[in-house]
């Protein structure tokens, strides 16, 4: 065992929770491991002087990208509100581009994902971001394999997470991994969270694709679909309620959205069963029944393959007191 160097990358407009969240699980690990295991922590920036975070907060780097050039146990970058339309701000990026030949590990916390992609680092991986930007990073860096509804993804060295607190899964997930579960749980106890939150983000976030503005046929259909969650839709079906041809329907529907229409009324379907869990004492076969699914069984399998937990456990973690 040695000393577990990690960097974290901040720039201007950097998400101050981005920063603290990872740095503090690393930081609380060190007080259940052997202080020749610890975790050292630095923050590389533009230069030493202090940066301006979203919320504020004032930022110092330790060093600069141009003299943090030694080896790491663990690259991070943090994200920032901005990030996803800023311009690639040329000292990160060409200071992440070696990261794979300085650290073990490298990757990102919330919108970093887009500094990766920018120094091309995400080409033919399996990554996340926050949901809000998981379509803008998939059709920024097409090559890279987006997962929307993750809370963090391992792929080989590249690690990636979801938005901003989703840095702190991450961190204990890593911190899990060489140290065991039990200090990971131990200091996810301290830092008053979860060890391992199961299922993705669409826990934390509305999962259904934002309602198309305006009366268009795809607005109409959207809203046909959840006030008859429970009914049979077909793209035949879906198609003739809004008066347009199925071809034109599914096309013009993937345009506005950014998802198919099978995938819009599965996602409808997890989004209407996820309320009626949390919220009332319906037995798993009538809440099936309620939102579409046919069966129990069908049900499970669409949760599992989506949210990554069945409806019991779904209900067991989310219940409303």
Not at 80 to 105: C, D, F, H, K, M
Not at 120 to 130: A, E, I, N, S, Y
Not at 283 to 296: D, E, M, T, Y
Request: with cysteine; glycine share 10%; charged share 20%.
């Amino acid at each position: 065992m040695a000393v577990q160097r990690v960097a974290v990358a901040i720039h201007e407009g950097v998400q101050a929770l981005d920063v603290a969240g990872p740095l503090d699980a690393f930081a609380e690990a060190n007080a259940f491991i052997a202080p020749d295991d610890r975790y050292e922590t630095v923050l590389v920036g533009p230069g030493r002087e202090p940066l301006r975070a979203s919320n504020g907060m004032r930022i110092a780097a330790d060093t600069s990208f141009a003299e943090a050039q030694g080896e790491f146990a663990i690259v991070l970058v943090a994200g920032g509100p901005a990030l996803p339309q800023s311009a690639p701000e040329p000292g990160l990026t060409q200071w992440l581009r070696g990261a794979p030949t300085r650290a073990g590990l490298y990757g990102s916390v919330c919108t970093g994902a887009f500094a990766l992609g920018d120094a091309g680092l995400l080409d033919g991986h399996r990554v996340t971001t926050h949901w809000q930007n998981a379509q803008l990073l998939a059709s920024r860096f097409p090559a890279a394999l987006v997962e929307h509804d993750r809370i963090h993804i391992r792929d080989g060295r590249l690690v990636t997470s979801a938005g901003i607190t989703a840095g702190i899964d991450l961190a204990l997930a890593l911190i899990g991994e060489r140290h065991g579960p039990q200090v990971a749980v131990a200091v996810a106890k301290r830092l008053v969270v979860v060890a391992q939150r199961q299922g993705g983000q669409s826990q934390f976030s509305p999962y259904l694709t934002a309602p198309v503005h305006g009366e268009s046929p795809i607005a109409r259909a959207q809203a046909y679909v959840m006030a008859h969650v429970g009914d049979r839709h077909t793209l035949r079906s879906l198609a003739r309620e809004v008066g347009m041809s199925t071809r034109n329907f599914a096309r013009h529907f993937a345009q506005a959205t950014g998802v198919t229409p099978h995938e819009f009324v599965d996602r409808a379907r997890v989004d209407a069963a996820r309320y009626l869990l949390e919220a009332s004492d319906q037995p798993l076969k009538a809440v099936a029944h309620a939102c579409g699914f046919g069966s129990a069984d069908r049900m499970r399998i669409v949760f599992g393959e989506r949210l990554g937990v069945s409806p019991a456990q779904y209900r067991a973690s989310f219940r409303s007191a």
